[in-house]
């Protein structure tokens, strides 16, 4: 089984490593895919462009075991479904996927395209940090209760998996490099460097 981490990246920092690393270890997956979209469909435009995106994931990735750049939203271009995206990692081989969510992910996923499809090609593991509070009434039918459970099953499943904090986010790492800080305890050093290096995310005329 592979997992899925969807998102803009915008940038790549240390919390989105920390949930792709706990999932690949309590999970027992082959890899876990960072998989930034090109156009979202729920949230803000990113900052970087795609190129600067997957440039930083790659120097995040290095020397992370298990960890891997999937371009696929990148490649097709477009508003980015997932629906489409696990459709055509199945397109391309028999794999059971574990579709990686945070909380507030999860507790839209109803407004997502073809939600119930989904659950047809993935299981789906909501990360819980300590604070946000899952939507306890949605699918209740479809909870397993450990990675075992997960495993056993081909699809549909849905487990919730408590990890800890990294009191980290990208828009939080946006607003202090746009004041002219970088945040290096939140961000892998290569995309620190990158960031300045690029002068990225500084407001216009900085």
């Not at 089984?1 to 792709?20: E, K, R, V």
């Not at 059971?96 to 407004?111: E, H, Q, R, S, V």
């Not at 056993?152 to 919730?160: E, M, N, V």
Request: proline share 7%; with cysteine.
């Amino acid at each position: 089984m592979i997992g899925i981490l969807g998102g803009t990246f915008d940038p790549i920092h240390n919390g989105h490593l920390h949930l792709a690393t706990e999932a690949l270890s309590r999970l027992e997956l082959e890899q876990v895919q960072l998989m930034p979209c090109a156009l979202p469909v729920h949230r803000d435009q990113p900052h970087a462009t795609a190129q600067q995106r997957c440039a930083m994931i790659e120097l995040a990735l290095s020397g992370q075991a298990g960890l891997v750049l999937n371009t696929l939203e990148i490649e097709r271009d477009g508003p980015s479904y997932m629906i489409d995206s696990l459709r055509e990692i199945h397109a391309r081989g028999d794999v059971k996927i574990a579709l990686l969510l945070g909380t507030d992910a999860f507790n839209g996923f109803a407004g997502w395209k073809h939600p119930r499809q989904i659950l047809e090609l993935a299981h789906l593991v909501v990360c819980i940090r300590p604070g946000a509070e899952p939507d306890r009434g949605l699918y209740p039918d479809r909870r397993v209760a450990s990675p075992r459970e997960l495993s056993r099953l081909t699809a549909g499943a849905i487990l919730l998996l408590e990890i800890g904090a990294i009191d980290c986010s990208s828009s939080e790492v946006r607003a202090a490099l746009e004041g002219g800080d970088i945040p290096r305890r939140c961000l892998p050093p290569a995309v620190a460097d990158y960031i300045e290096t690029h002068h990225l995310y500084r407001r216009p005329g900085d």
